[in-house]
């Protein structure tokens, strides 16, 4: 893709006019549109092409289907509507002069992310597994990762996107911030929209925080009934975990809850699907040192 | 998911920006692929990710770049699969010690999560302003020795040293299955490296 700049639109007479503040504030504008309009393209083509593929070529259910894909539907309603927006903001010499009342009533909606964010781990899950065990499914995501549509990019990556997206807001409304004078109105407006749109992003980060620690619990399993403790499921947050070796050499994958530490040994069950299988008894967080 | 694409030899890699914010990821990334610096025009931040094909020797190297910028402050948005990455490019700058002492940690954590054959290199920006530099070229220098990585002082601004450093990895970057060493490799599987660490008792962070 190209990166396209807001000045390319107009005519030089149009730019000489300018000053360099006004004319980085009309291209942070326009960035933060010409991405929304990207991830526009991006989204549909997730739901077109790669959906509905998927659907008429029965390589998975509904039920798949819904998993793997998650909210994205409710996604592209609330993208349309800013770039729209944006649009409608524009004057008639191409240049915006306000963004700070749209954003703000704009970004509360964005709050439906934690369902799509909360999803993406069961969404790779069963997209992995499904891959690898579904010959024709393999064979169409292939087929999509050498056509010129995809740019190279898998499915997953694709799935991806939004949550990358995301996070990027706050940096794109400070980039027009930092390019807005003092006492012009958007200046305190965007500096409302940079706090709100950061809590929304803290409130989806906690959010699939619990989601993510949920799913680990979930796939614990127990040997013995003494390795059962309600620190694990009393725990919200994993705060780390990687594969260590004990002195005996075998590899365990750790996980550090924010209430009790728990080794296992990853085992794969059916239909490919990965387990934690917990080793020894788990170790209460106030029993560590760090 | 292993096929053969006819592209010839072709080889693509994934590669992630990681460091704390403000350090200049976004400006290394647009000084590479545009070949511009823009003092004043942080554009691209709002892309997912920026291509740049390089060719060396006889092969073609097409770096897809993800730029982390704006995940530093998320712990549970962060990137889910970095494990996909075959190269990283932690970035610190010179003139501000914490972002070199948490670029410490990400190499840490990179070296814990990231698959084990990751190429990582760490690049000490904004060398341009040397006057104020708060971590000498040697600090830089001695951590990376110590952990392996590849080492470049850079400025995005003066474009010193910013294709170099993708080179010195693209050379550094194990050549296998031409084309399919996209982000399809990375799998649900956890291929964290093994640490040396017997201690059970203790955590790992």
Known sequence: ?290 | MASAAATGKTFQFKLVLLGESAVGKSSLVLRFVKGQFYEHQESTIGAAFLTQTINLDDMVIKFEIWDTAGQERFHSLAPMYYRGAQAAIVVYDITNKESFNRAKVWIEELQKQASPNIVIALAGNKNDLDTSRTTTYEEGSAFAEENNLLFLETSAKTANNVNEIFMVIAKKLPKVNPTTAGPQRAQGNVDLNPQQNTQSSKGCC
Not at chain 1, 111 to 118: A, D, K, P
């Open chain 1, 1 to 290: 893709r190209q990166t396209a700049f807001w000045h390319e639109s107009l005519a030089k007479c149009d730019i000489d006019k300018m000053n360099k503040k006004q004319l980085d504030r009309q291209e942070a504008i326009f960035e933060l549109f010409k991405s929304e309009v990207d991830l526009i393209e991006d989204l549909q083509m997730i739901c077109n092409t790669y959906r509905e593929s998927m659907r008429k070529l029965n390589l998975l259910n509904e039920d798949e289907l819904t998993i793997i894909f998650g909210e994205i539907d409710s996604l592209l309603p609330i993208h349309r509507e800013l770039a729209a927006k944006l649009v409608e903001q524009r004057l008639s010499d191409g240049r915006t002069e306000f963004v700070g009342d749209i954003l703000l009533t704009w970004i509360p909606k964005l709050i439906i992310y934690v369902l799509y964010c909360t999803n993406l781990i069961h969404s790779k899950d069963l997209l992995d597994c499904k891959t690898k065990e579904n010959e024709s499914l393999r064979d169409f995501l292939n087929r999509c990762l050498n056509s010129p549509f995809s740019r190279k990019l898998d499915l997953w990556t694709f799935l991806d996107i939004p949550r990358s997206r995301l996070v990027k807001y706050p940096l794109m409304f400070k980039t027009i911030h930092k390019y807005t004078d003092t006492d012009h109105d958007d200046y305190n407006l965007l500096l409302e929209s940079i706090d709100l749109v950061e809590e929304v992003i803290k409130d989806v980060d906690y959010n699939t925080g619990l989601a993510r620690c949920k799913y680990i619990v979930d796939k614990l399993e127990y040997e013995d009934l003494k390795q059962v403790t309600e620190l694990i499921s009393e725990s919200s947050f994993i705060l780390c975990d990687g594969i260590l070796k004990n002195r005996r050499g075998i590899k365990l994958h750790v996980f550090l809850f924010d209430k009790v530490m728990v080794l296992t040994r990853p085992v794969t069950a059916k239909n490919n699907v990965i387990k934690y299988r917990v080793y020894r008894k788990p170790v209460a967080m106030n029993k560590l040192f760090l």
